[in-house]
């Protein structure tokens, strides 16, 4: 006998819907019951036979299409879950690039203030070592100026004494050494007085450009406090908003994931109501579940289920 036409050519996008099988049973129906057999005669029950065996061919025929079906569409969440991992990747590798050129710019602005507080220090230090030389050639010049006060001294008290000598020898070499002795030791008394008032106005103004200098570094030093305080505080501002947009993205990251969770369990709710529904009505569950999975990837035209 002839063998059965009807399995020549399946698509199952069209055939594994609700009742897609109903036209492709009854073709094979139609076909198998055509044939006449006359069951008495041998060559008729091996025909019987055959077509038996044509008709549970047909059978394992489709349930593999089917199985093979089934095995394609759980493929496709793995192959949306890679491309979701690509696209991830691609954008979180977008966003360094974005923000590279304000990273930068952060580093380039902590190098400058670096720049800036060596260079406070160096100055400070130059001012602190001028402040004393400035000491040191102060003291050296009062020394001096006190030596040539004493050197002064003795050659007035010299000169009294050779005075004094002179005076013994005559009233009148007495009177005018006398005379000449007075005159020096007040010269002497009065260069003196003027080398003690020299001296003092030299400390004087040392003691005030020591207070200026020391004003002055108190000064620097403050500002070089301030600014330390500013870089930290940019720094610390800058750490704030890095910490604040990594958490913000965490936290956006928690959020869609557990939208997704709670979509995906949500979906699961209705769609176990839905198989109830279909099985209260009389659908065995597979048919249930196959229906909802057909009307879920839009594969039953007008159909849609509202989540």
């Known amino acids: 006998m002839n063998e059965l036409k009807v399995l020549e050519e399946i698509k199952p996008a069209e055939v594994f819907v609700p009742n897609g099988t109903d036209s492709l049973y009854a073709e094979i129906e139609k076909e198998a019951l055509s ?55 691609k954008m ?10 304000l990273t930068d710019y952060e580093d380039e602005q902590a190098r400058i203030q670096e720049e800036a507080n060596e260079k406070i220090r160096l100055e400070e230090l ?10 040191e050639k102060a003291r050296i010049d009062l020394e001096r100026r006190e030596a040539e006060v004493r050197a002064k001294e003795e050659a007035i008290e010299n000169a009294r004494l050779a005075k004094e000598y002179e005076a013994q020898v005559t009233a009148e070499a007495e009177r005018k050494a006398k005379a000449d002795m007075q005159a ?3 010269q002497a008394e ?11 106005h030299a400390k004087a103004e040392i003691e005030e450009e020591r207070i200026r200098l020391e004003e002055s570094q108190r000064r620097a030093l403050e500002q070089a406090e ?18 604040f947009d990594r958490q913000e993205k965490a936290r956006q990251e928690a959020n869609a994931e557990q939208a997704r969770a709670e979509n995906v369990e949500h979906q699961r709710t209705i769609n176990r109501g839905i198989i109830t529904d279909f099985e209260a ?11 909802v999975e057909n009307i879920f990837y839009k594969k039953i035209a007008n159909v849609t289920i509202n989540y």
Do not use: C, H, W
Request: net charge positive; no cysteine; aromatic share 6%.
């Open 226 to 243: 301030e600014l330390k305080i500013q870089a930290e505080e940019a720094q610390r501002r800058a750490f704030e908003v890095a910490e």
């Open 126 to 135: 130059a001012r602190v070592q001028a402040i004393q030389e400035a000491q």
């Open 92 to 101: 979180e590798a977008l966003q360094e690039k974005i923000r590279k050129p």
């Open 35 to 89: 044939y006449v057999i006359d069951i008495s005669t041998k060559a008729g029950r091996k025909d019987v036979a055959s077509l038996a065996r044509q008709v549970a061919s047909a059978r394992v025929k489709v349930d593999a299409y089917g199985k093979t079906y089934v095995a394609e569409l759980k493929a496709k969440p793995k192959m949306v879950d890679a491309e979701r991992k690509v696209f991830r990747e």
């Open 281 to 291: 009505v009389g659908f065995t569950t597979d048919q249930a579940k196959k229906i």
């Open 184 to 186: 020096q030791i007040d």
């Open 190 to 200: 009065r260069e003196k007085a003027q080398a003690i008032a020299d001296a003092n």
